[in-house]
Structures are given as C-alpha cells and as structure tokens.
C-alpha cells in the first residue's frame, strides 16, 4: 500500500506496527552497556549513539552525533510538515550502572523476555521509552508524512546529571527550537492509569567523607582513643532528619511551596492503596514525614535519602579494624520552590558542624537538578490526554512525579517551549535496580502513544 | 665449635644470629597469604602449615600438622631437658585480610625491606613474631642442648576468633602440659620500653543487618515513603553510644571491674603523651569515654566501634537508589568482668529494639573472647623481666593491652598454667593495617628475646 495523504487512523496505524522489528531492534540497543557514569564505557557510549543516529537517517531524518566534554549528544531532525507545529522529543541513551550485578536473574546487557517483561538495563530507563518514539516515527512514515516537524535530541549523560546539556542547548538554541517538547522517562500512575505529569522533584546529590587517622588502625591497641569515622558518619547521618522525619538542615524547607487544597484533593482521589504499595515493593512500613500522605510525600514533598555508604572491612567473615576513612552518598529530592544551588549549599555549610571531635568532615557537591511545575491548562496538555485516551480506553490522571529529569527546567527556559512529560514505563519496571525491565505491551503501546500524539499535537496547531 | 654444656651468655647468643637466614625463612612464610577469613584460600593455609612442621622437624622436633575442622594447627615437641620446665610458644600462623590492598606501597605478600622495616601482611601479627621463637631455639641449639623442655602450638584460626583451638586444647590437654605458656602477639608499650603484659580486653563481634523493602529502589519514584535502610542503620548505630562515649547498651557496664588505684597511679607514670599518641596515628584528637585517660580508655575500659559497614551505591559517580539492605560489623572490646556471651546477647536483644518502622534488624553474632588479668607477681613474669632487660638494657613495664588473644583465658584455664605475654612488636607496625610491618631490630632483639627467657626460666625453675 501506498503512503496515504490523509491521517491514518488508530486501527490503520496498529496493524502496521511490526512488533517482532521493534523488539529486536531495542534488543540490539540494550545489549551495549552505555553506562554513563564507568569512565571504562567510553567505547559503548559512543556505539550507542552511532546506533540511534544511523537508524534515524535510515528513517529519512537528517541525524549527526555532537561530541560534547563528555558523552556524545544524538541530534536529528525531519522538518517536512510546513505549518505545523515544531516537537522536540529528548530522550537519553545512557543507563544506570548495573550493580549489584550479583542479583540479576539474567545478565543487564544480554536482554531477555520473561512473562512479557523485556529485562535488562535500560529496558525502561530510557532506552525503551526513547526508542518507543523513534519507531512511533518510523509507524507514522509507514502511512505516509510525518504529521508534524520532528526533532530528536538523544542524550547520554542524564544518569550523571547532563552536565554538557545546558551549553548543548545554549549553543543549539535556534536550531532546536520548538513548539513543544516531549519528553518519556518515567512511569505512569499505575499500570490501567495513563498519567500525564506536570511536576517532577529536583535533587541536590553530595558525597560526605569523613577522615579519622590517618591510616587504619587495630581496634584493640587504639580502641577507646582513636577517632572511629564510621561512627561518626552514622552520627553526622542520624542528626539530618528529626524524629517527624523533617529535614534539619537550617532553612531547607524556608521556600517549600505549600501544596495546594485542590492538589491534595485530586490526588486522594487517585485509586491508591498505602498497603498495595507497601506491598509492591515487599516493605512492612512507609516511613516519611508526618503530616502528610504517602503520594503527596514522593509527588510534593523533599527528602532525604543516603543511596550509599562505606567504610571499613566489608568482606567475609570479621576484621577487628578502626578505618581511616567512611563516605556516603546522601540525597536530597526537591520541590517547586527549593533551588539546588541554595540546598547543595546548606548541606556543605551545615554537614561538617555535625562532626564529632578528631573526624574531619569533607561534602562535595556532586550534582543539581531543579524542581518543575507546569500549566495544566496547555493544549499539548489536552492533546496528550486524548492520545494516551486513544491507546488506553480512558482519560489520563494528572500527578507529579517524585523523580527528577533535572534538564527540563533548562529545556522550558532555554528553548521556552513547554514540556509534554508522557511516561510509558511503570514502577514495577524496577528502573534503577537490578532486573530493570519494560513490558512487551508498554513498550508496543508507547511506540501507539508516540505516533497518536504526533497526530493530535499537529491536530492542536502551532503554539501562539 | 662444638656444642657446650654450660648455659652460654648472651654475647655468645647474640655472636651466633645468622640474621640473613632467619630473615630468609621469615620471607619464605610472609610470601604465602594464609589468610584465615578467605575460603579461597584454604591451599596457602596448608602450605603455611607445612612450612612451620617442616623447619621444626629439622630443628629435631617431633613435629606435625593436626587437621581440624577449620584450619590445621602445627604442633612440635622437644623435650631433653629433664627436670627443667616446660614451655609451651604459642603463635598463629594465619593474618588478616590485606585489603584495602590499593594501599599498600609494596604488595602484601611480597615481603619488601625499606628503612629497616620488613614490609609484609603478617610481618609483626603474627608470622614475625611467632617465627621469632623458632629461631630462638634454633639459637640455642646452635650453642648446646635446650635450656627447657619447648613445645610449639602454632594454629591457623586466630584472626578469626579460634574456633577450633578450645577443642584441640581439651583433646590434646594432656601432651600439652607445660609449667608456663609464652606469647608474643602484640605490641610493647613504646620503642624503648619493653613491656610484660598482664591483661588483654576481650571482644564481642557481631554482624548487623538491615533489610528495608525486597528490591533497591529509585530514590524518585520512591523516596519519602520507601523505608531506607542505611538511613536505619545509621540512627541505630547513632545511639549505641551517649554524649559522654559511655556505651548504652543495657546492662553493658553491670559487670565491668573497675581499675584500681594503684594500676591508674601505675599508669600514670608510663611516658605518655596525647599529643604523641595522636600524631603517631595522624588524628586530631582522641575521643573516647569521659572521665578516663587515654592508657585507660584503651587498656581498662570497654568499646564499640564499628569496623565496617556497606549499603547501596559505593562507586565511580552518583546513582539515585534506595537499596534494599545495608549491614554493618560491629565490636565490643570487653574488660575483665565482662563475658562475651552475656555481652553478645545484650547486643542482640538490644540493638533490634531500635529499628525504625518499615526495617528489619538482625544480629548475627560473630565471634567473643573472654577478657583476662595476671597475677603480677608469677616467677615466670620476673623471668620475662630479667630477660627483657638482657635485651633492652632496662627492665620492663607493665601494662595491659587493649588487644585480644581470645584463646588465652582458655589456655590457662585447660592447661592450668600461667601465660606470659612478651610482645616483640611495637604499634606503629600496624597490624591489621595496609602497609603493616615489622622492624627488623625488633625481629632480632626478638629472637634474642627468646633464647634468653628460656634460659631465665630454665633458672626460676619448675613451677610448683
């Protein structure tokens, strides 16, 4: 069949999408190891970029790869639809390290299908969401033009907080303008509720280090005089949150935005069971701040989490040591409102006055992201509501999400275009943990979404 | 020159030390990384076995190898001397783990002089010192018969808690009869101060574990409702200890003996500086329990510290997870009075009790040793005394040590005979640190060392 001039329909355009195609072809994308933040993956990163900017220029795109300081950057572009809108669709290549590599079933980079979850690394986080998008242009060309002016921006360091992306977008500026940008990395409310989001947390992210003597010591001829800086990091550690469970830091919460009454009421009305959700991750509690629910706590609520700590002898059996030196990793989600700058700084001010004597106390800022909140009202808005409506057989509910894509803040500011946040994955897709996975049906409905909200964007018009 | 019947002196002993053979043959041992904790390397344990049977065999001991259900233990006997006392050397053969390894200058086990210090994984705890005594006899035997019936017992499982030793010693308590038992296993009191110790402090290890929820989990999608069990861990160590470093665990002080009057007044006297203490080991200042000094904290109080403790994300960069587990090991230094049993199960009782909601906490325990004291005026201590001052050219000190040698309370009690602790190594050897140790004058003085005790107990005669 020839390419018809007319939109195609819902049922034309999912009888033309070749699952087993998809599938494999994401496979071949899993299967590099793109892990950004392994300075010994250089080599994979730049197959993966290699491998999306050839499949787009086989789609007809005009598609390069832009070296940055650090990891490449995916840039392609199909502009043939004069006087409709202009879409920006980021996505990002380069997945979380795979440890505790001990704990998958099947290895991270050796994609396999079990009960129609996709597992490896990346399957969801982004690799299936981004590449959801590129075969929804690949469906879309199958029918005929693309229904609006298409632009791709892969990246390869959002694991590691992008950052090379802010100048990227800075110096790209004019040519990446667009009327609106979409943007799959998340997951949806749950798995019958399509979700559009319009509010993500910010994270402020710093390494503590703390020093004791100068070297290990045994701890029967030093124990009871040398300084201990485990000890003293589960002390320092301790003191960071109160026995609500709010954040002590001087002045973190002064510039919180308070939750709205109509937030708070729409999202007790979302179906949502503490205990189904306690469940689903295998915890007997859900600990956090007092005063608040469980999703007003992950959608509109800081935290503070250590996502990692170490020191001392972790082996088999038992080392009677005092060590030199422990560290963590602590993090702090944000909200609209809080400035990372501002947190990572109150957290280098105030962590080393909690040090005990005879421990110094060192906090590298490692990383920001910004909290975001947008219109609900936008008719790109409205137009993903009815293409997710079309996919799923029902409208979409509106939350925020408590993870962070620090760079959308930039793309609102530097591109001034509104960002369309259209998650495909959900939370039992494990992103971040080992046995990450993507089901087969999200990932053939995503690639469905991708292509109906091309449809309904052009059918939106261009932005005023 | 033939071998004389007459006891030689000490000029003649020292004229006698072939020191580039004994460094030789401790070199050959320090190369084979019997580590004890390592199930992967149960073959270099044999071999290490094997080494020490064989050069006692050819020193004229009736020596082998016993198997145990860990790791074996080599015993060797002489016994000519008729009517003169029996000693029993104890040492150990297995070490402690080298990591962390990328801090070694030199690599653990290959041995390396630099500055007039063998450099080696065991080079002070305990090949160095043990092997000491073995050339010890080999001096005396170079000059004539031995001065006193000698046993060796030389076991592989020390750095892990000795579980085979109390066993063997009820199985063999009859060949083992000695009228005293010689250690050498830690550190004297200072370069010049040679030191007779008459107390070690006891341990209890445990292993603590937290379990939060089943899977690691996104520190977005999850945190501020996830239970975070490095967070639990972190407050549950925080308050094992109050403001005043006091140990609050319930009971743990019910039993302790306090020190006398005249031991703090002993103590005092000892040359002894803070502030070179603290330099000695580069720390900032020596915390610990108020009201004690430091020789105190260390030799006459009880501890806790924390020897290591693992949880989440330890590498390269930053990932945004809320792991599933965290764990920590844990130790208790014990003073006389205290029972590590007792001890260990106040750890388990107590230490669940304070997990916050949403964790589970286990304690597993690890291993204990029982805390000892000597009687200060044993024959055999003056022996020491007067052999040291050979030496050294003053007489010793006496103290304690903040180390445990868990089997020693179960030597004199199977045995039924008096334990005199001669340490030939000093602190800044660092055992059980990278980089640790062994000065080749404190090897030497080492093996002179013992050839004299054996003379001087030779004259103090059989024990009553």
Sequence with gaps: MMALMTQPSSADLAALLDRDSAQAELFDLLRIPSVSSDSGRKEAMGRTAEYLRAKLAALGFSARVDETPGHPVVYAERLDAPGKPTVLVYGHYDVQPEDPVEEWVSPPFEPEVREGRIYARGATDDKGQAY???????????????????????????????????????????????????ISDGSRFAKDVPTVTYGLRGIAYVDVLVQGAARDLHSGSYGGAAPNP???????IAQLKDEQ????????????????????????????????FAGSIGASALPGEEGYSTLERIWGRPTLDVNGIWGGFQGEGSKTVIAAKAGAKVSCRLVPGQDPDDIL???????????????????????????????????????????LERVYGRPAAFGRTGGSI??????????????????????????HSPNESFSQEDYFNGILTSAYLMQEIAAAGKSE
Tied chains: 1, 2.
């Excluded at 959801?132 to 907080?161: M, S, W, Y």
């Excluded at 530097?414 to 039992?428: H, Q, Y």
Aim: with cysteine.
């Design 245 to 276: 469970g709010r954040i002590t830091i001087p002045g973190f919460y002064d510039s919180v935005e308070p939750l709205t009454e109509e937030e708070r009421q729409m999202w007790a009305e979302l179906p949502h069971s503490d205990e189904e």
């Design 230 to 236: 485990i000890n003293a990091l589960c002390e320092i």
């Design 345 to 387: 700084r109150r957290m280098q001010e105030y962590i080393p006055t909690l040090a005990p004597a005879g421990v110094q106390v060192e906090v590298r800022a490692s990383h920001g992201g910004q909290p975001v909140k947008f219109d609900l009202g936008s008719p790109f808005i409205k137009a993903a509501d009815r293409a």
């Design 132 to 182: 959801a998008h590129v075969r929804g242009a690949e469906l879309l060309l199958a029918q005929g033009d693309l229904p609006v002016n298409l632009k791709f921006l892969l990246e390869g360091e959002e694991e590691i907080g992008s950052p090379n992306l802010e100048p990227y977008l800075e110096a790209h500026r004019d040519e990446l303008g667009c009327d609106v940008i979409v």
């Design 406 to 431: 620090p760079i959308v803040a930039d793309f609102a500011r530097i591109l001034g275009a509104p960002v369309l946040l259209v998650d495909l994955g959900v939370n039992e897709d494990g992103l």
